[in-house]
T-cell receptor
Framework: GAGVSQSPSNKVTEKGKDVELRCDPI?????LYWYRQSLGQGLEFLIYFQGNSAPDKSGLPSDRFSAERTGGSVSTLTIQRTQQEDSAVYLC???????????????FGQGTRLTVV | AQSVAQPEDQVNVAEGNPLTVKCTYSVSGNPYLFWYVQYPNRGLQFLLKYITGDNLVKGSYGFEAEFNKSQTSFHLKKPSALVSDSALYFC?????????????FGSGTRLQVQP
C-alpha cells in the first residue's frame, strides 16, 4: 500500500484479556518500529525490527508484551493479560535502510487506540 | 544514551508572525535529527531531517530547522505562521555512534496559531 497501515484503528478490551495489534509497513521497508503514545504524552519506543529479527527490544515494558514480524513485512504486537495502564495509542512506523546501513526517516501509521476497561 | 528536550509545552503565535519551536538534544556521538508533526487524530507526519551537510534544513509546508552543534539544538522555524500549522510537533534524535536504530522523541510542543 501507499502508507503504513494499522488495524484495528480502535480496540476496547476488558482487563485481563489478550490483544493483538497489526502493522502492515510500506512495501520494501525493511525497518519497522513500534511506539506507544499515552494521552498527552510523547512517544515511548517499544521494539525495532530489521527484517524478521528484533535487535532492539529494550522498550518493551514487561513480559506481557511481545511482537513478531513475518516475511519481512507484517508485524503483530501482542499484549497479554491487559491492564488499564496499557491504554494508549500504539503507533507503528517503517523506514528504508540506506546504502551505508543508516535508517532513513520513518513513516508512521495512524495508530491503534487501545482502551482497557 | 540519546535524549531530546522540548522545553515548551505550548507555543502561541499570531498568524503571519514567525514561529520557533525549540529542541535540544544529547548524544554521545553525532546525531541524526528529525521533526514530525501530529494533527488531531492523525499519525505523525515527517517534516524534515538533518543527517549531514548544511546546518539549515528545509522541509515540508515551508518549515525549516537549524542544526547548531555547539548549542546541541535543532529548533524548528517558519517565517510566517498559518492557522493550519496548529498541531503537536515532535523533535527526535538518533545517535549514530551507538548503532541504535530507534529514534528517541521529545515530549512534544503544541503550536497554537491565532487568526
Amino acid at each position: 500500500g501507499a502508507g503504513v497501515s494499522q488495524s484495528p484503528s480502535n480496540k476496547v478490551t476488558e482487563k485481563g484479556k489478550d490483544v493483538e495489534l497489526r502493522c502492515d509497513p510500506i512495501s520494501g521497508h525493511t525497518a519497522l518500529y513500534w511506539y506507544r503514545q499515552s494521552l498527552g504524552q510523547g512517544l515511548e519506543f517499544l521494539i525495532y525490527f530489521q527484517g524478521n529479527s528484533a535487535p532492539d527490544k529494550s522498550g518493551l515494558p514487561s513480559d506481557r508484551f511481545s511482537a513478531e514480524r513475518t516475511g519481512g513485512s507484517v508485524s503483530t504486537l501482542t499484549i497479554q493479560r491487559t491492564q488499564q495502564e496499557d491504554s494508549a495509542v500504539y503507533l507503528c512506523a517503517s523506514s528504508l535502510v540506506g546504502s551505508g546501513g543508516e535508517n532513513t526517516e520513518a513513516f508512521f501509521g495512524q495508530g491503534t487506540r487501545l482502551t482497557v476497561v | 544514551a540519546q535524549s531530546v528536550a522540548q522545553p515548551e509545552d505550548q507555543v502561541n503565535v499570531a498568524e503571519g508572525n514567525p514561529l520557533t519551536v525549540k529542541c535540544t538534544y544529547s548524544v554521545s556521538g553525532n546525531p541524526y535529527l528529525f521533526w514530525y508533526v501530529q494533527y488531531p487524530n492523525r499519525g505523525l507526519q515527517f517534516l524534515l531531517k538533518y543527517i549531514t551537510g548544511d546546518n539549515l534544513v528545509k522541509g515540508s509546508y515551508g518549515f525549516e530547522a537549524e542544526f547548531n552543534k555547539s548549542q546541541t539544538s535543532f529548533h524548528l522555524k517558519k517565517p510566517s505562521a498559518l492557522v493550519s500549522d496548529s498541531a503537536l510537533y515532535f523533535c527526535a534524535v538518533r545517535d549514530i555512534g551507538t548503532g541504535r536504530r530507534a529514534l528517541t522523541f521529545g515530549s512534544g510542543t503544541r503550536l497554537q496559531v491565532q487568526p
